[in-house]
Nanobody, 127 residues
């Protein structure tokens, strides 16, 4: 069983930055693919970014590419999402997810491929 805990959310003005962190339990195998997803009020959950267990491959949604950076620290069992140039439309609950599957880029963007989810952290971007 994998447990994921997100932190780092908050209220920020448009144009500002935030860094989200996802801490995984010590039992998490380093070979887990991971990702960040978000869900805004009244909208479907959508992918933000994903990262291969090795960190060698990443995927970004078009809406965040060039503004957000996903990374991971396997020895520390942590994953990060550095968010810059934030926009009001980035407002959502951000979820950390993990999967034992080896996924290609497109499949890594599909939430149904992830078995483990955190409780979410709220990000609010004011205009």
């Amino acid at each position: 069983q994998v447990q994921l805990v997100e932190s780092g959310g908050g209220l920020v003005q448009a144009g500002g930055s935030l860094r989200l962190s996802c801490a995984a339990t010590a039992r998490t195998r380093r070979s887990y693919g991971m990702g960040w997803f978000r869900q805004a009020p009244g909208k479907e959950r959508e992918v933000v970014a994903t990262i291969h267990w090795s960190g060698a491959a990443t995927y970004y949604a078009d809406s965040v590419r060039g503004r957000f950076t996903i990374s991971r620290d396997n020895p520390e069992n942590r994953m990060y999402l550095q968010m810059t140039s934030l926009k009001p439309e980035d407002t959502a609950v951000y979820y950390c997810a993990a999967t034992p599957r080896t996924l290609g880029s497109d499949n890594s963007a599909m939430s149904y491929n992830y078995d483990y989810w955190g409780q979410g952290t709220q990000v609010i971007v004011s205009s």
